[in-house]
Nanobody, 125 residues
């Protein structure tokens, strides 16, 4: 089992950058892939990015490709989401999530077993 805690959200102007982090508990973090999702007010949860448990494979949602970068540091039990060229439409609560150990990451929220509490990202125009 793994527990996830997001941090690093905040208010930023359009065109700016922000890095959010997902810190995991436990000694087996390296067995888990991690996905980032976001949910804007009144909208469904949207896939943002995911990284495999090995770190060798990344996947991005179409709306963030070329602007966001996901990475992980297993020694620190942390996954990062670097967000550049932010737009007002990126405003949302950002969640990190993990499927079961050794499981492939996907773009579907239902296939993730563990979720953090979320961190708010607000981009002003």
């Amino acid at each position: 089992q793994v527990q996830l805690v997001e941090s690093g959200g905040g208010l930023v102007q359009a065109g700016g950058s922000l890095r959010v982090s997902c810190a995991a508990s436990g000694r087996t973090f390296s067995r888990y892939g991690v996905g980032w999702f976001r949910q804007a007010a009144g909208k469904e949860r949207e896939f943002v990015a995911a990284i495999s448990w090995s770190g060798g494979s990344n996947t991005y949602g179409e709306s963030v490709k070329g602007r966001f970068t996901i990475s992980r540091n297993n020694a620190k039990n942390t996954v990062y989401l670097q967000m550049n060229s932010l737009k007002p439409e990126d405003t949302a609560v950002y969640y990190c999530a993990a499927p079961g150990p050794w499981m492939a990451v996907t773009i579907t929220p239902d296939q993730y077993d563990y979720w953090g509490q979320g961190t708010q990202v607000t981009v002003s125009s």
